[in-house]
């Protein structure tokens, strides 16, 4: 089934190329949605292998491409970077752009069920299933090949679609995830307020709840963090992720970063490190040097 898709945008960067599009997205309640891609060199020639980012909150299609210096790393491994909005657009519901952490720019990547969030708010079922499906009709990509990984609610997100999804994804990563958000002040107010106040539901999108209830699902997860994060005790809950894993034997590589923060310089110093772990699960060859 082919998938329209509209260019918005495109320019050249390290030899890759970025572009922007838009398509009516039916899972979405035929909102318009926009996505970027990175486009590799190596495409002209054969099929490669896609890497899903998803963005943290207040954040859209266009944030990573612009802050994270990917460009180098997706032309070089010869892998095609796909970023989607963090939220449906002008839904038309009212209050959706009124609060910074719910709504636009924060659906959270669950399928809500309340009203009237359930009409549009499907960010789940978009990234895993729908958009999948537009990158494979429109760029010469294998699709048997795909990783995701994300940032902060992004972070989240790319667990829980990894977690609930292991064949789909040869791999995950994250940068200063929400990891446990059924005890976090943020995650509690997008679960309530996309799922109703049926806490049992709220569990099937919470990382740490789905390692503990359905153990090890891959070979490792790459997780980076900043000592200096503000979010890092109250909200992230990384160690309680950690525990999952070490209680069902799931190999986590956790690591701190001294005297980062939780912003896209954190993000752009590491973001090699994610490429290769990436590449390793993508073309199964030795990472060569850049």
């Known amino acids: 089934m082919q998938h329209s898709i509209d260019q918005l945008s495109s320019s ?7 572009e922007r599009y838009s398509h009516v997205s039916p899972t979405l309640g035929n909102t318009l949605a926009k996505f970027h891609v990175i486009v590799p060199p190596q495409i002209k020639h054969r099929k490669v292998p896609v890497l899903y980012f998803l963005a943290g909150l207040t ?30 657009r002008d839904t038309g519901i009212e209050g959706e752009d009124r609060e910074y952490n719910f709504g636009s720019s924060a659906g959270f990547y669950v399928n809500a069920t309340t009203h009237p969030w359930n009409k549009y708010y499907h960010m789940f079922d978009y990234v895993t299933k729908e958009l999948p499906q537009v990158i494979y009709s429109n760029f010469n990509v294998d699709s048997n090949r795909q990783s995701i ?10 667990l829980i679609c990894a977690l609930k999804n292991p064949t789909q994804y040869l791999s995950v990563s994250a940068f200063a ?8 002040s943020f995650g509690r107010k997008c ?3 996309y799922l109703g106040n049926d806490k049992e539901s709220w569990k099937q999108y919470d990382a740490t709840e789905l390692i503990r209830e359905n153990g090890p699902q891959f070979p490792d997860i790459l997780i980076d963090r900043g000592t200096l994060d503000p979010f890092l005790k109250d909200q992230l809950l990384v160690e309680n992720f950690q525990k999952a894993c070490q209680s069902v034997g799931q190999n986590l ?8 923060d939780h912003e896209y310089n954190f ?3 590491f973001i090699h490190d994610h490429f290769a772990y990436h590449n390793l699960a993508l073309s199964q060859k030795p990472n060569a040097s850049i």
């Open 253 to 260: 590589t956790l690591r701190m970063q001294q005297d980062y």
């Open 267 to 269: 993000i752009s110093t």
């Open 59 to 88: 954040c859209n299609d266009e944030t990573f491409v612009l802050y994270s210096g990917a460009q180098r790393y997706a032309a070089f491994y010869g892998i095609l970077v796909v970023c989607p909005d963090t939220s449906p």
């Open 191 to 193: 679960l309530r307020g």
């Open 149 to 158: 990984f994300g940032h902060s609610m992004g972070g989240h997100g790319a």
């Open 177 to 184: 995830p929400v990891s446990n958000p059924v005890n976090c």
């Open 12 to 18: 050249k960067c390290f030899g890759a190329t970025v």
